[in-house]
């Protein structure tokens, strides 16, 4: 009986520790989802909820064979979505691994991006997250672009 009352006891806070970390990484995907619907409907407002002040947006550009770094505005991005335009920018991700410690998360998301119906090109965000008053925010993101092997 004692065994089992253990068990019992193990399950229940297994399972909550399960559904709370569930709903963390709901959470995540939710504050990243915002940066792409923004993006998709020129919500400059729901872009920017996405960045924590003072995040870091960089690109790793391929050149010639040499690889450098591109830091880019979040202030310059935030415009730029939020700036009417004839195209709808359409940024289609997939979560491929989501890793929370706390009040920090590291996310990996495939994506393929698309002006219109047109596809632009393919690559892979890595994002860092903190969560604070407001909630999860993107302080840090970097992303590969290529236009080959996007399958």
């Known amino acids: 009986m004692k065994g089992l009352i253990t068990f019992a006891l193990f399950l229940s806070g297994f399972t909550t520790h399960v ?35 003072g995040a870091v947006m960089q690109t790793i550009v391929s050149k010639d064979g040499k690889v450098s770094v591109r ?39 495939d994506y393929k991006f698309y002006v219109g119906e047109k596809f632009s ?6 994002f860092q997250l903190v969560k604070g008053d407001k909630g999860w925010q993107i302080v840090y993101i970097i992303d590969t672009r290529r236009k080959d092997n996007c399958n």
């Open 121 to 126: 090109h393919c690559g892979v965000n890595s």
């Open 71 to 109: 830091t880019e505005s979040v202030d310059d991005f935030v415009k730029l979505t939020g700036t009417p335009h004839k195209e709808v920018y359409d940024e289609r991700i997939v979560f491929s691994k989501i890793l929370i410690d706390g009040p920090l998360a590291a996310v990996w998301t």
């Open 19 to 53: 559904l709370a970390q569930n709903n963390e990484e709901s959470a995540v995907k939710e504050a990243i989802n915002h940066l792409f619907a923004g993006m998709k409907t020129g919500d400059s407002t729901l872009t920017r909820s996405a960045f924590a002040t």
